[in-house]
């Protein structure tokens, strides 16, 4: 009898039909609107000064409103939010700072306190000194309130903490659950230069150290990203570049921390490196979780988030796996493909899908809903046309679909608002038009999710 129950028990689970697979989620087109009509138009390094790859954030959400940063055509820093879903863009114009630079590195950076309400500011540098300002405090946390004006920001400083910043690069703001908002900079130059990184807690910043050092062995690294789960693990993963010839960037690096950046552990857990004294460098035991070698087309600093479960992805660029190796890195990017890394957070096994998405010169965002279903917003350089990218979590991020593309208008690098995104279900792209001067946002309502 026992047996029997046994065996029909069996009959009927191999009767239930396994669920479908979700498929990857579509998007709904709510609105485009223009931010600016007057960017600044500045073409170099195939990028322009607004929308690159390394803006940590461009376009942020924080409290029910929305913030952007732009520079004008007459080279002022500009500050726009609007309150969501549907308000207006209000813009502050900063115009004690002028930029001569045309250099598309010198781009904006927002930080937002959730201590205590200010924004943050760092721009307008390329190995070179450093260009910070904030806000007084609870213009963010008080928006309805606070007086949104040019002389609700402090001047221009170019040091932070008693430290000397005379040569620097890529700021990128990171906030901690704790509500601790963090700072993370390269010192140096392309192809030998550190990770550094600045806390802001208290209406203070304090300097916590050096984190990741390449100049000892003659290299740099370029984040990916930086940025905390839900459980308070700092995540950073990076490519390392030998020689500031970008065709000697390699390899997937990844590095997690639990006390806010002071020790790191590699991808197994071990401690490897403490901030300040002991960093990680690239010859760093187990650091190293994928290997992609020199001249295949690999292109610094695409884009990292981490999901609700805690597994870091990671989009990066590079040549198929069948394709040649070549030292002509503008020949390699227009054979270069999307490819998806992840890593497990139990097993830590790192997963790896091509996709066949092209962006010749241009880098992608990619970002993650509520349920940790994927999005990427990617540009192409050759077409001008801006691509909407998704995948399922149910699918095991396998199945990677085009669900937009636009007429032939944008270029340069599109940014993802990845806490609108993550805690409204809503799509909000920071898009350069082609030419610089027009910057819209596209906003697209996610289904599927």
Known sequence: MKRFTALAATLVLLLIPEPALAAAPTVSQLSTTVLTTTGRTA???????????FQQDGIVTFGGWQYSAFWDQSGYVNLSRRQLPGGSWQNVRLTDYQTTSTDSHNTISIGISAQDGSIHLAFDMHS???????????????PGSATWAASSFAGVVTGLAGTTMSQMTYPQFLSAPDKTLQLALRTGLSGAGNEVLYEYANSAWTYVGEFINGTTGDDNAYLFGIEYDSTSLLHATWTVRETPDASTNHDLYYAYSRDKGRTWRNNAGTVVATTGSSPLAADSAGLRVWGIGQNRGLINQESQVVDKAGIVHVLASHLPAAAADTTNFTAAREQAVLVHYWRDKASKVWHQTYTPFLERSARGDIAVDANDNLYVASGDSSTRKLHIETASKASGWTDWTIRYTSGAVYYSDPLIDHERLRTLGVLSIFAPRYGGSQIDVQDWQVIGS
């Open 43 to 53: 073409l170099t390094y195939t990028g322009y000064m607004n929308g690159e790859s």
């Open 128 to 142: 070179s000194q450093l260009r910070y300002r904030r806000s007084v405090v609870g213009v963010a946390t008080s």
